[in-house]
């Protein structure tokens, strides 16, 4: 019996340790994103002359993410009019303009692109600054005195905050395209391409697309910073680059819906 009782003592302190380790690792995690976005915003007056990375990052995370951007947004927006229209079959279907154009401005479209970035870009980013970490790069970059935050990280905080916002818009967009085409070519829905733009007009506000840029702002941060910060702190070498590419990944993901679900607790009590 003492054994036993030993023995779960033991199963039970090693389960909370490992919960422990756990919880200690990911607020590690989120101070060192902290602590580099601080960094990379303070460097932000000294990255006049990086125009050329700049624009290099804007390239990689805005016009590369177009096409695919389009083709998931065409599709969510004829899916959103199909299912919405198999619900509404016996009520009046005048609401799917509504349904569309809030679903796509004020959650769908921030988040799906956001998560597209950081599934695309950011994994890119995390891969790039990991190997240049495991290969001594980055302190290369402070033996010839270049700032490896101001260098390396600035520009990609600056290309997703501005790119995420207007990827945002491009998507509402295409949403609601894709459901103005079901609307057009389905028989089964009695609803004018007209009347779905109209009533989309009546209840879609300039506060809700603001909404959504708020958000694309904020998830381009965390679809950036995340991805560098475990790029710079990766170690271990190639299974290394493999380890931080993949937690960054899944880390933005998640920062992405925490971030969300604080952003719309502020919007409705603000309203």
Known sequence: MAAEAIGTRSGAAGILGRVGAGVLDALQVLGEVATLFVAATRAVPRSEGDRQRLVAQLVRVGTDTLPIGALLSLFVGMVLVVQSADQLRNVSQEVLGPIVGLAMTKELGPVMMAFLLAGRAGSAMAAELGSMAVYDEVNALRTLDVDPVRFLVTPRLIAAALALPMLVLYSDFIGVVGGALVIALDPAITLSVHGYLERMLEWVDFSDVVVGLAKGFVFGIIA?????????RTRGGAEG?????TAAVVWSFILILVFDFLIVRITFALT
């Open 224 to 232: 950036s910073i995340v991805p560098c910060a475990f790029g710079l």
């Open 241 to 245: 680059v493999a380890r931080s590419t």
